[in-house]
């Protein structure tokens, strides 16, 4: 199972120029980063990233040592061999238990407390490197699962990085790098470290093998809305992401995201006051919701709506200066054109 995983959401490791910590804070968290291998039964080896999350035990992805025959954690060229596991396999979260590890344990923010466009960066082992690899981007979006809420940053990781962590600029962990989503433009999530505080509470068993499958890999209908509607925007498949989009509004009407897809799907549809209606209900719901404001400010410029477009610069400017730019120029093309 966990090669099939890893086959649908192949990762892909861009870096960028946010959130950037200090090469002394940086080498200071990679003590708490740690390799995970694993002995596979065709007789080939996996391998993943872990995380020290409290004195003698390290979180990681379940897939990166599901069903295999065996795992360790490498660090400093010593390895270590767990002595049990605490395995969340729905939520593809687990725990493995040490005794006297030797590495500081990280401290943990909630979920609940992040805001959109949060500058965050991202630590693991991406295959083919033995020091743990950084990776900058924000939070853009926060997604209600299970009583706590899945993350995604374009804080970008690579395979093999499954199981690493996601920290805020106080070095905070919030999040477990967990999967993308398919497609050239991925998506990528986390798990959130509410997880984490309620797998210390559960059993431990010695047992690697499962029949299980995490909620993210299970067929495409049974995912959450949020997963559905990637592959339709990203292909412009309007009528798909419509669809998906309203009846997420309806099961979430809360939900920012779910109105922001709608939006942009009668955006794609040339539906343009609807557009502008539901856009509008996605920043009323969340007002750091940076891709709506884009995306309002992309209808206002068709329109050649000047004073709508001229109010979306300031609270643009708040959370990205070079989108906050791109409408100061469009603002330009629309006075050059009267």
Same mark, same amino acid.
């Given at each position: ?38 002995? =596979? ?237 539901? =856009? ?50 469009? =603002? ?7």
């Amino acid at each position: 199972m966990k090669r099939l995983l890893f086959a649908i959401f192949s990762l892909l490791y861009v870096p960028s120029l946010l959130a950037r910590p200090s090469f002394a804070e940086t080498l200071a968290l990679s003590h708490s980063i740690v390799m995970i291998t694993t002995q =596979l039964p065709n007789g080939q080896n996996g391998r993943g990233s872990g995380v020290v999350v409290s004195k003698n035990y390290v979180a990681t992805n379940c897939h990166v040592v599901a069903n295999s025959l065996g795992a360790n954690v490498a660090k400093f060229r010593d390895a270590y061999q767990p002595k049990a596991i605490k395995a969340d396999w729905k939520h593809d979260l687990c725990l493995l238990k040490f005794d006297d590890l030797p590495f500081k344990p990280v401290e943990m923010r909630d979920s609940k407390t992040l805001q959109y466009e949060e500058p965050v960066f991202s630590l693991g082992f991406p295959v083919g490197q033995n020091v743990p690899q950084s990776s900058y981007g924000n939070i853009k979006a926060t997604y209600p699962f299970d009583d706590s809420l899945i993350i995604r940053s374009n804080a970008a990781f690579a395979m093999g990085s499954s199981g690493g962590a996601l920290f805020d600029e106080q070095f905070n962990l919030i999040g477990i790098t967990t999967f993308k989503s398919p497609g050239s433009k991925g998506y990528f999530y986390h798990i959130p470290v509410e997880w984490i505080k309620a797998l210390m509470q559960a059993p431990e068993t010695q047992s690697l093998a499962t029949n299980e499958i995490p909620f993210w890999a299970v067929p495409l209908e049974e995912r959450p809305a949020f997963m559905q509607v990637v592959i339709p925007y990203q292909n412009e498949e309007w009528n798909a992401l419509k669809t998906i989009a309203q009846k997420w509004t309806i099961d979430e009407p809360q939900s920012p995201d779910a109105w922001y897809y709608l939006g942009v799907a009668e955006e794609g549809k040339g539906q343009l006051a609807e557009a502008k209606t539901h =856009l509008s209900k996605s920043v009323s719901l969340n007002a750091r919701e940076l891709d709506a404001m884009n995306a309002l400010a992309r209808v206002a410029f068709v329109q050649k709506d000047s004073q709508s477009l001229a109010a979306l610069e300031a609270p643009v400017r708040v959370l990205d200066e070079d989108d906050a730019n791109i409408i100061v120029e469009q =603002l330009k093309q629309l006075d050059q054109s009267k």
